[in-house]
């Protein structure tokens, strides 16, 4: 993620892009955090109406949950052209909305290095979010009743945005070298590391696309081996901790290693 030369323009730039790529985090987690207060909000009131224990409290206190919860049940589940139901074309939709809202939110359109960099951000902020969502121990199957299985959509489709956000991220880099004649620029350790993470990248969207569902077996190897070299690249395209990017890089490889210990553990 190279920068424009004035050192204070890229620090502000900079701390922009940390601004936009934290509040974009807080808006996915508030998200997750809406879907666990609606299930838990609807196991409760359920439990309350069919138990006897409280068959003090009144229905109107309950029923007013267990038929909004049912009624929007009803719609969410719904079957939508492209989609599982119309509930997970919802929430795509709404991925998509904040997506753009964080690429084109405080930026200066005057150099098309400001957009490289924010694509470079978002792109950063999203492997976090697309590993979470691969979790075969998710904890939203315990807060939101939602497993693994039925994440894997929505993992590959954030999957596939990442990998067009780096395309962008890449091709506005390259672009804005070539035409200052910098060409040399991408024969540095973290720009070779940024390039090494990119291949990475189109290996792991390519075989989940192509080989997936043919030869699971080498499909897995290959994303496993294909991840761990992204991540490992990402974190060494901008290896010092003051750019963030290595700080999110350790987040996601460790939110993975953690699944790998527990898997492990239920195994052992």
């Known amino acids: 993620m190279?920068?424009?030369r004035d050192p204070v323009a890229a620090m502000q730039r900079e701390q922009m892009n940390f601004r936009v790529a934290t509040n974009y985090a807080a808006v996915l987690a508030s998200m997750v955090g809406i879907f666990i207060i609606l299930h838990w909000s609807r196991f409760l009131a359920i439990k309350i109406q069919r138990s006897a224990s409280t068959?003090?409290?009144?229905?109107?206190?309950?029923?007013?949950?267990?038929?909004?919860?049912?009624?929007s049940r009803n719609i969410l589940i719904r079957k939508a052209p492209g989609f599982h139901s119309s509930g997970h074309g919802v929430l795509v939709a709404i991925y998509v909305v904040v997506n753009?809202?964080?690429?084109?939110?405080?930026?200066?359109?005057?150099?098309?290095?400001?957009?490289?960099?924010?694509?470079?951000?978002?792109?950063?902020?999203?492997?976090?979010?697309?590993?979470?969502?691969?979790?075969?121990?998710?904890?939203?199957?315990?807060?939101?009743?939602y497993s693994y299985e039925r994440l894997n959509n929505l993992h590959q489709i954030a999957g596939c945005t990442t990998f067009l956000m780096l395309v962008v991220h890449a091709a506005l880099y390259t672009q804005y070298f070539a035409s200052m004649g910098r060409w040399d620029k991408l024969r540095e350790h973290e720009q070779v590391a940024g390039i090494v993470a990119a291949f990475?990248?189109?290996?792991?969207?390519?075989?989940?696309?192509?080989?997936?569902?043919?030869?699971?077996?080498?499909?897995?190897?290959?994303?496993?081996?294909?991840?761990?070299?992204?991540?490992?690249?990402?974190?060494?395209?901008?290896?010092?901790?003051?750019?963030?990017?290595?700080?999110?890089?350790?987040?996601?490889?460790?939110?993975?290693v953690a699944d790998r210990v527990v898997r492990l553990g239920l195994l052992a």
């Open 2 to 4: 190279a920068g424009p």
């Open 55 to 71: 068959r003090s409290i009144p229905n109107f206190i309950s029923l007013p949950f267990v038929r909004m919860s049912r009624m």
């Open 100 to 145: 753009v809202a964080m690429i084109f939110t405080n930026v200066d359109a005057s150099k098309t290095t400001n957009f490289a960099a924010r694509f470079g951000w978002s792109l950063t902020t999203n492997l976090v979010f697309v590993v979470f969502l691969a979790l075969k121990n998710t904890p939203l199957a315990v807060l939101t009743s």
């Open 200 to 256: 990475a990248f189109l290996v792991l969207v390519s075989t989940a696309i192509l080989m997936r569902r043919f030869w699971y077996e080498a499909f897995y190897v290959t994303h496993l081996i294909s991840f761990v070299v992204a991540v490992i690249g990402m974190a060494l395209h901008r290896p010092e901790f003051v750019h963030k990017t290595a700080i999110i890089a350790c987040v996601a490889g460790g939110i993975w």
